[in-house]
């Protein structure tokens, strides 16, 4: 059995939820499951620059001891590991695997060459969305495959739905709260359509773990919130479909143009939740009209407009997207995913 050795940021013993630590986690896992633990060895980012001697030293020693090396860094860690791999892949038998977090590869390697070399030299980079696979080849890389986010999580049964009209309906945000993730427009749109409206017709729970940077405009934010807004906290990963499942909406306003698959919306899909998006760059790789809505990219106006209509006219269609998102949840399972990166894996 081929040996493998997963580099990735896995988190600290206090505890951190973002899209690099979640997916980190999960390839693991999935690795493990499918693979068995004794194949399957990690090494821990975590800690950045004070850490970096070790990290090397543990990178070249695993290049020797396994057949694969799979890394998933953030767009610093990327800067190390491209080149060290590469050259690694050149002086020992290991084979390098690249899985990407996030959408921003494309727009990185434009501007630093080194790094496009570099990853030529790797068996497979393994992007989130055909968005990405398509600009990263107009740009000379051949190796590259799609290889969705996915998320151990339960999918609701459809026997199991929350289908409701009953006032006020129930909205959420499930992601970081940070002003990129576009949570102020969250608050200002659901106040507008209720102002509008003339009664609460729709409520707001935010969910996730605050930014440590922005702890101070988070706090600034909640001193204007109305009794129909409220911060919920975090979710443990294991309760994200008992919780998501009764609200009639998840909103994603992202103004991270580069998202690939966030997590957030294989969240609402598994519960059977609808979502209405700021349109980022792959958002037609994941969402159609027969599972949620997009609006005009980092508007809180359209997002405003949309919430109305959606009031005003597509009540009765959520309850139709309900089922179809189930459905669609169904392509972003771990056991469905990771044979894409399985089967490349020598």
Known sequence: MNKICVIGNFGSSKGRYDGQTVKTHNTYQALCNILGNQNVNFINTNGGLKKMPVLIFKTILAAYQNNNIIMLPAQNGLKLFAPLLS????????????????????????????LRKSLMNFCGIYVETNTMKIRLEKDGLKNIYIFP???????????????????????????????????????????AVNDVIGRNVYTLDIYGQIDKEQTDWFAKLQTKFPDYVKYKG??????????????????FPTKFYTEGIPGTIIDAYAAGVPVACSKWQSFADLVDDTVGYGYEFSSEE?????????????????????????????????????????????
Request: glycine share 2%; charged share 30%.
């Open 234 to 251: 975090l979710v443990p990963f294991d309760k994200t479909t008992e919780v998501l499942k009764d609200y009639f909406l998840l909103l």
């Open 302 to 346: 359209a997002l405003e407009n949309l919430l109305t209509k959606i009031y005003l006219e597509d009540i009765d269609k959520i309850s139709v997207m309900k089922k179809a998102c189930i459905l669609k949840s169904r392509q972003y399972m771990p056991e469905k995913a990771i044979k894409i990166l399985i089967n490349k894996l020598q």
């Open 149 to 191: 986010n996915f998320k151990h999580i339960k999918v609701l049964n459809e026997s199991d739905l929350v289908i409701t009209k009953k006032e006020p309906l129930k909205l959420c945000t499930f992601s970081r709260v940070m002003k990129e993730k576009g949570i102020d427009d969250a608050v200002n749109a659901v106040k």
């Open 87 to 114: 050259v690694l892949a050149r002086i020992s038998d290991c084979k390098m695997h690249y899985v990407v977090i996030g959408g921003w590869l494309p727009d990185v390697l434009r501007v630093n060459a080194v």
